[in-house]
């Protein structure tokens, strides 16, 4: 009888999975592939296909299911996967049901037909053409908020589909520990001089070649092209459509060969983690990241704990030289010099590590005084560039390279950028708990094996899958709570220095 | 009231046809796009979007929908765009309520199965590997003919998901006229020597120039690239992802030229069709090809009638000829001949127009008999080779080039092989029509314009999308009902001389 009943539970929740990942399809297809005159007609698609998953998930029948169980899996430290699915549902039934269907599939029209109008609107460094999409989106937004959390905190309603398991409280408690000590070391840094660029960095690179050097960074940290593939789009992402199936995208800059590195390294990062979760959990709800801090720790750790370091260059400075001959003059101290130099600029995923997380900052700021109505739309390039002038000293020359840089407002990702400063944290607290665990990956990583590093971070990340929270998932691997100070001392080490 | 109630119909109509379309997104990028290890997920993913499309179109509320508003729209000679749109969901919902969600899912889930494995079992000519596919795919369909036909015509069944209108003994008695003509000059085409292959054409013919030249073939007769593309397949085919967004394969061959050009033009040809409907019908399930007879009839006749014609070579002879520089000496009449060579060979998509229809008589007697049970899949490798001797005097080297090399049966297109021949009578009908309609229309085309012939077409064919049935449009634009005693005359005047 139970049995029957957690068959019939699995079968409606795998359905909502498999309907999710019909709409990353879409998804994937609208930014890479689709002619723009297909994006009305997408943006209807796309809006059925979530209006599917989300009454698939929240009809009275899945809900009767997820009540029948509770008896059987109400216990917190029970680590069945059983358990951890039932919880998975009671959770994501709780927060859903609270939403109608028509807002679900109004909110994924407006902002699939947002983002195409974002990216005209980017290239034309033209905020008025995208103001009303925003707009809309916006309304939506708040509406959602709203029913979620209708006495409660209302920012939450948006973290939390992004970061289930930390409160907003949570978050100011962990930017109020980071900011002080990352502003001071970003002024440090702003007051030094520019470091001049290498000469032999002044050339053009062929964008056949660069796809084939990204594919080799790719491949060095472990990702497997038989399950995934790197494409090209005008905003990078990766997307799990499953186990077996997992996208990155990059994008190229002729004048610059480690733009598009330490892109597909990051997406790749996400890409190995999606490609990590134990196969038991393939084609469940519980296939994929946990969290999207988790998600970031893992393509910030790839990125700069792996990617600006000195073992992985010692392995990959010479694929670079070989791929490139013109870079053979480029000594590893003058890469990792350039690759680690420190200097406030204006586009967020183009920003070194020590000031990056002051973009994120910024935009957490925005999005609280948005929700509140203390910020209006029509505001926002400016108080955004005064945002920047206040926490980077820079103030953006247009639009392009301020307000209108990054896709997820129009996709409707609000509550989604404190993830990623929360996984600059963690990725510092994990790799340090590899280093202890595996104490010879670094000199591994040097003759360009990354599976020690890999196979550590599959045992205690990725293979969990969403059976278990971010913080559970850290205070296993790393012995203690998420917490900035390892995070700020790394960036002290490096760039105090 | 009455209204409201049109309103509420057309909103769950829509979303269904949405939904179609999303699945149409994954299927392509499963042909085009998606790696193998994608599989097996892409299945499910398939299958829940298909059941949520079904789901929404028979649930009870439409159905209650459906049968409120027959009294008003019921008369069958309104004509108006509300009336066609109730008739076409009269149709599908008392045609579809009779199907199972279960099955609709479990279907699709085997052949998007299938389909991956017929993909290996074709490249490895192994029958055996696809057998249990095969008998899967079969024992569902059949259940699936047994539902909707459950006292009468099981084959109509079949067919009436790809041509509505058309009963089996319609096609019956149409294949009954075609046949007897048919075989008696493709004897006699055998009898002659094939003609020689032209020296010009001995050479290698460069991938991405043949890139080219197709796309100049499907912009000389009018597909519009800003709401359409084309790309590579295994199988090529068309889809429709919605008005603006209509999308061709191809695939090329290294030694022959000439293989992409009317495999684009037959793709193209598609694609005019559905990038022709009117724009009032976009996003809704009129918004389409009326059936596959009339989808066919629109590629044959851009591939045959027009791509196999004086006037398009006058025109694009130039072109193959700047495109690929060995090919200067190739004479327009020699091209001609060689394009029109007339005999027996193994692979349907590349059979002449002559024996093609063949190639589908034998198809559509192997499909009824293993409907009735009267042949079974193990015995089918032996009955294909049977039918190829007996039809067209020739027995494949192995599977491949036999009962492996149609990707049809795999993804549970039974029923659908009939409207190939039928669409070879169509065109024929519609070509003399717009002839006679627009007498200036081949020297047009001999000066690369396709316009006077494709607005013909718009106008008579493509601007109705679903909104009558083939029988209708046939009636409509030539006089007279869907006859084979056309296409027959044609066929006789081009290769008995």
Known sequence: MAEAALDALRERLNRFHALNAAAGVLDWDMETRMPRAGAASRALQYGAVLRAAHETLVDAQTLRLVDALAPRFSRADDESGDAALW??????????????????????RATARAQDVWAEARAKSDFALFRPELERVLALKRRQAEALAPAGDLYYAWLGEHEPGLTTADVDRLFSQLEPGLSALA???AARAPSARPPALSGRFDVARQRVLGEAAARLIGFDFSRGMIDESAHPFSCALSLGDVRLTTRYDESDPFSNVFT???????????????????DTPLCGGATMALHESQSRLWENLVGRGRPFWTAFLPRLREIFPSTSALGLDEVLAHVNRAQPSFIRVEADELTYSLHVLLRYDLERRLLSGALRVAELPEAWNAGMRARLGVTPPDDAHGVLQDVHWSAGLFGYFPTYALGNMISVQ???AARKARPGMEECLSRGDAQPLLSWLRENVHRHGRAFSAEQIVRRACGGPISAAPYLAYLRGKYAA
Chains 1, 2 share one sequence.
Do not use: I
Not at 87 to 108: C, G, M, Q
Not at 264 to 282: I, K, N, R, S, T
């Open 430 to 432: 994990l790799y340090e």
């Open 187 to 189: 002024r440090a840094a």
């Open 264 to 282: 597909v390294l990051h997406e790749a990062g996400h890409g190995l983690y999606e490609q990590g979760v134990d196969p038991a959990l393939a």
């Open 87 to 108: 919880r998975w549902a009671e959770r994501e039934t709780r927060r859903r049901r609270l939403l109608p269907a028509a807002l679900v599939e109004d909110l994924a």
